[in-house]
């Protein structure tokens, strides 16, 4: 009986995980909240978690040197993104009113609006994954996180639900969004970076095939 709190006992091990990535998501949304930190704050997330996972390092120090070494390249990539964002969002609004409602789809205008932020989701969920993983030009790992969303079709998908699922509670299912508010906020950013990352595990092998042990950079990527 005595083993089970053990520190190094599997029990204390998935305690010590979990309240790392509580920790990591807490970190997580406090530095999104200036909204331009947005994308160095999800690199430094999936950074952190990638060596958590690998077991390297301090989870605390590993955030901060993530967020240092990801800055400038993630704010660019996030700069990039958000205006694109922010006028699909307008035009979506423009074409379906106040209310998004399936009758309101109807037009040529919102399909293509929900459609655009819909692959927008697909590729965000590849680029900070890409960016915390690969060094790579700004344009490199758009165009390659583009390419691997459809190349990996299936587990863009599954990310981009993920992904997607508290945004989408909160514009169409406020109550349930509310009921399940601690939980977003305590550990459910950085416990599906952790699940997108173990997904993508494989595929980033396949992008570097001669790197038998995952190392926290590489040589500049070629586009893929």
């Known amino acids: 009986m005595r083993r089970i709190f053990d520190m190094d006992s599997p029990l204390m091990r998935g305690i010590t995980r979990f309240a790392d990535l509580m920790f990591l998501n807490l970190l997580t949304l406090l530095c999104c909240v200036p909204i331009v930190t947005i994308g160095a704050a999800l690199a430094a997330l999936y950074g952190a978690v990638g060596r ?3 077991e390297e390092g301090h989870t605390f120090s590993n955030y901060f040197q993530c967020f240092k070494e990801n800055f400038r390249q993630a704010t660019c990539l996030w700069l990039i993104l958000l205006p694109i964002l922010a006028l699909l ?3 979506l609004g423009y074409y379906t009113g106040d209310n998004l409602e399936i009758k309101a789809l109807s037009s040529a205008g919102g399909i293509v609006s929900l ?3 819909l692959i927008w989701s697909m590729i965000v969920s590849w680029v900070f994954p890409l960016q915390s ?6 344009k ?3 165009r390659n996180a583009a390419i691997c969303s459809i190349a990996f079709l ?3 998908l599954i990310m981009t639900v993920l992904n997607l699922l508290p945004w989408v ?3 169409a299912w406020p109550p349930m969004f509310m009921a399940f508010a601690l939980g977003f906020a305590l550990v459910y950013f950085s416990l599906i970076a952790s699940i997108n990352l173990r997904l993508l595990k494989k595929s980033f092998s396949s992008l570097h095939p001669d790197e038998e042990h995952e190392e926290d950079t590489y040589e500049e ?3 893929v």
């Open 52 to 54: 958590m996972q690998r």
């Open 89 to 91: 969002i307008l035009a």
């Open 115 to 117: 459609a655009g932020i």
């Open 133 to 138: 993983r690969f060094v790579n030009t700004v």
């Open 140 to 142: 490199g790992t758009l």
């Open 154 to 156: 299936w587990k863009t």
């Open 169 to 171: 509670l909160f514009l």
């Open 221 to 223: 990527e070629e586009d």
